[in-house]
């Protein structure tokens, strides 16, 4: 079998063009007959089928053979040789695709073992990276200091496993661009499926990008700031320059020329310099965007903002410079049960809010290329609730679809093989039941290289330990006033649902998450002060009663406690001493 570092190489050396799942012929041809996957044939009938790369098909056949897509269509017939799996009432989608994140590489923080990066979180991503930047960069004859490895490759870093990729499955996701997260200059990414098998088996594309932070170093050396920073950027693509032209001199004739010096670094730059690997800069904020927009126009870079929170304040400059955006849907919230004496968020961070959900809107109307990606969250539950809160915010429902499909394949080039229902494509599906872009839907089964997979939730054991579940008396404080609600939860591992009825209206709760420790926190639309906005409620469950602090957007912060009847009983527990 071939190394993974020997894939790298092999790969790398024919210019990144060539799909690692190509290379695996030999190595698996070598096998033994009974190693080997049996070839598996199945078809999904009856199913409402969107391929995204055309209409859809309201009553349809998906048949999957070999790991790959064989036919689509409405009249399509089952082979002989198919397991049948009735879809009445599912819908098939293309498999999920999260476009940035650091899923199955290790001592990867923000998203636990199977964390995300960029985004809302990006400086604190990069920073916890920082420390860890030794580990991922190995031994490399580099002259240059750690922080500034380009060289690094995701795939020598991938390491495959089941738990890291439940979280990811469980949210819909079936293949993922994941990048080493350390430094400056971070290396190189690799797109991979999240199926089963070794790293080798499950690499689709590598190298996909380069990758480029811009947190200054922690480390008290150079660059400490963010001015070092792109000084440190333009210094080391100016020397990629110098480098290849030394080198291609060199190349041409050897004679009385001083041999030039290696630089793995500087060589893994050259693709980028000559705008044949793109590069992935994770900027968020207006600034970091124009200066990574400005970066890339005066080296002619092949350029990716990654985050993009504030990406509708430039959108008119990326449209025009032809950048697209790779949007976190790690939309700001807290991440912690307040108590009753914690000072309220800062303005600022309310506005971050409100805006998060919207900008997808303004990106697609203003035409720019933008796809989602999982930008470090800590619940992945966060990963379709966000994309159906940026729907409810404006984007069209097929534009939503497309940033979690399509889009990102086209941005990353991998369309050819991801992103659509199309014959001959890897067979990666989601299935739901339900709408995907609308609240409600459920991730019932997934395809992953044309195996099914059945996702649960990502700490689905843990959160036993407490239960929300049941209609829940409660109280509501807001500014002195009391509000009677009635909170109908229903739980599902970490997963939080359910609906709040009462004097503050009503509505479905969304974006809802629950610790085993009790810790939960869900979003709702409330009626209040005669208009409509959504409250984030942030608490602790203990037996039968919760208690915790409520958020409505542009208002003050309250209080809210309440009951459920003990099970058996029909009587309500005494709420927690204040």
């Given at each position: 079998m071939v190394s993974v570092p020997r894939l790298a190489r092999v790969v790398g050396a024919a210019g990144g063009t060539c799909s690692?799942?190509?290379?695996?012929?030999?190595?698996?041809?070598?096998?033994?007959?009974?190693?080997?996957?049996?070839?598996?044939?199945?078809?999904?009938?009856?199913?409402?089928?969107?391929?995204?790369?055309?209409?859809?098909?309201?009553?349809?056949?998906?048949?999957?053979?070999?790991?790959?897509?064989?036919?689509?269509?409405?009249?399509?017939?089952?082979p002989a040789?198919?397991?049948?799996?009735?879809?009445?009432g599912l819908t098939v989608y293309p498999g999920l695709i999260d476009a940035y994140s650091s899923i199955g590489l290790p001592a990867q923080s923000t998203g636990g073992?199977?964390?995300?990066?960029?985004?809302?979180g990006v400086a604190a991503f990069a920073a916890n990276q920082q420390a860890q930047s030794a580990q991922s960069a190995g031994p490399s004859i580099s002259p240059h200091p750690l922080g500034l490895r380009p060289e690094v490759t995701a795939v020598e870093l991938l390491k495959p496993d089941a738990e890291a990729f439940a979280g990811p499955q469980s949210a819909g996701i079936t293949a993922a661009l994941t990048a080493p997260g350390s430094g400056?200059?971070?290396?190189?990414?690799?797109?991979?499926?999240?199926?089963?098998?070794?790293?080798?088996?499950?690499?689709?594309?590598?190298?996909?990008?380069?990758?480029?932070?811009?947190?200054?170093?922690?480390?008290?050396?150079?660059?400490?700031?963010?001015?070092?920073?792109?000084?440190?950027?333009?210094?080391?693509?100016?020397?990629?320059?110098?480098?290849?032209?030394?080198?291609?001199a060199y190349a041409r004739n050897a004679r009385g020329m001083r041999r030039p010096e290696a630089d793995p670094s500087l060589e893994a730059l050259v693709p980028v310099?000559?705008?044949?690997?793109?590069?992935?800069?994770?900027?968020?904020?207006?600034?970091?965007?124009?200066?990574?927009?400005?970066?890339?126009?005066?080296?002619?870079?092949?350029?990716?903002?990654a985050g993009g929170s504030e990406a509708y304040l430039v959108a008119d400059q990326l449209k025009a410079a032809d950048v697209p955006v790779l949007l976190s849907l790690n939309f700001p919230h807290?991440?912690?049960?307040?108590?009753?004496d914690a000072d309220p968020d800062p303005i600022r961070v309310l506005?971050?809010?409100?805006?998060?959900?919207?900008?997808?809107?303004?990106?697609?109307?203003?035409?720019?290329?933008?796809?989602?990606?999982?930008?470090?969250?800590?619940?992945?539950?966060?990963?379709?609730?966000?994309?159906?809160?940026?729907?409810?915010?404006?984007?069209?429902?097929?534009?939503?679809?497309?940033?979690?499909?399509?889009?990102?394949?086209?941005?990353?080039?991998?369309?050819?093989?991801?992103?659509?229902?199309?014959?001959g494509k890897i067979a990666n599906l989601t299935i739901v039941r339900g709408d995907l872009t609308a609240r409600g839907a459920r991730v019932t089964q997934l395809f992953v290289d044309g195996k099914p997979v059945t996702p649960r939730a990502p700490a689905a054991d843990a959160a036993t330990a407490v239960t929300a579940s049941g209609a829940w008396t409660t109280s509501v404080s807001l500014e002195g006033t009391q509000y009677a609600v009635t909170l109908s939860l229903r739980q599902d591992g970490e997963k939080l649902g359910g609906s709040l009825q009462g004097d503050l209206g009503s509505g479905e709760i969304s974006n809802g998450s629950i610790g085993a420790d009790g810790a939960f926190r869900f979003t709702a639309t409330v009626t209040y002060k005669g208009g409509t906005e959504e409250a984030t409620f942030?608490?602790?469950?203990?037996?039968?009663?919760?208690?915790?602090?409520?958020?409505?957007?542009?208002?003050?912060?309250?209080?809210?406690?309440?009951?459920?009847?003990?099970?058996?009983?029909?009587?309500?527990?005494?709420?927690?001493?204040?």
């Open positions: 690692a799942l190509a290379l695996l012929a030999v190595p698996l041809a070598a096998q033994p007959a009974s190693q080997r996957a049996v070839p598996s044939t199945y078809a999904i009938t009856n199913a409402r089928l969107v391929p995204v790369s055309g209409p859809v098909i309201e009553k349809g056949t998906i048949v999957v053979r070999d790991g790959l897509i064989a036919a689509v269509g409405a009249a399509v017939k089952p040789d198919a397991r049948v799996i009735d879809g009445t073992a199977t964390g995300g990066r960029g985004g809302a400056i200059f971070q290396g190189q990414s690799a797109f991979i499926t999240l199926g089963t098998g070794d790293a080798v088996s499950l690499v689709v594309k590598t190298p996909v990008t380069q990758n480029v932070g811009f947190t200054p170093l922690r480390t008290g050396g150079y660059p400490n700031s963010l001015l070092g920073v792109f000084s440190s950027l333009r210094q080391m693509l100016l020397d990629t320059q110098h480098y290849r032209d030394e080198q291609a310099i000559e705008g044949r690997q793109p590069v992935i800069m994770q900027a968020s904020t207006q600034r970091e965007i124009e200066r990574a927009l400005g970066l890339a126009k005066e080296f002619k870079l092949k350029a990716i903002v807290r991440t912690a049960a307040p108590s009753a506005k971050e809010r409100v805006q998060a959900p919207k900008t997808a809107a303004q990106l697609a109307k203003a035409g720019v290329k933008f796809a989602f990606e999982s930008g470090g969250i800590t619940a992945w539950t966060d990963f379709l609730g966000n994309a159906q809160k940026a729907v409810e915010a404006g984007l069209p429902a097929d534009q939503a679809l497309r940033a979690l499909t399509l889009g990102p394949a086209e941005i990353l080039g991998v369309a050819d093989r991801v992103g659509s229902l199309d014959a942030v608490g602790n469950l203990e037996g039968n009663a919760i208690r915790g602090r409520v958020q409505v957007v542009g208002n003050n912060p309250g209080n809210f406690s309440g009951t459920r009847p003990e099970r058996g009983t029909g009587r309500p527990q005494r709420t927690p001493q204040e």
